[in-house]
Nanobody, 127 residues
Framework: QVQLVESGGGLVQAGGSLRLSCAPS????????MGWFRQAPGKERDLVAA????????YGADSVKGRFTISRGNPKNTVYLQMNSLKPEDTAVYYC????????????????????WGQGTQVTVSS
């Protein structure tokens, strides 16, 4: 059974930074793409950023472009979300997600394309 373990959430003032980390434990994949979603109270869960297995392709939602960066670590099974210039509207529970893939450069955008999810980590940005 694969589990995704997230870390790095917390409380920060507007304009500050946080870095979220996500790593799989248990049975590991041979290749997988990953994404970060977030869900604010009373709202749907939305894709924030995604990265291909190769790390060569990335996606960022319009609301976070220029502020958030998704990357893969070394080894590649760790994924980070660097969040800068945080705003109160970034407050949400952030979820890491992964999906096995045979396409090293493919990105995945939809919730139902992801098979594995982390437990979520709270990010709160105060004004």
């Amino acid at each position: 059974q694969v589990q995704l373990v997230e870390s790095g959430g917390g409380l920060v003032q507007a304009g500050g930074s946080l870095r979220l980390s996500c790593a799989p434990s248990g049975r590991t994949f041979t290749a997988y793409a990953m994404g970060w979603f977030r869900q604010a109270p009373g709202k749907e869960r939305d894709l924030v950023a995604a990265i291909s297995w190769s790390g060569g392709a990335t996606y960022g939602a319009d609301s976070v472009k220029g502020r958030f960066t998704i990357s893969r670590g070394n080894p590649k099974n760790t994924v980070y979300l660097q969040m800068n210039s945080l705003k109160p509207e970034d407050t949400a529970v952030y979820y890491c997600a992964a999906t096995q893939t045979s396409h090293s450069g493919r990105l995945y955008y939809l919730e139902n394309e992801y098979n594995y999810w982390g437990q979520g980590t709270q990010v709160t940005v105060s004004s």
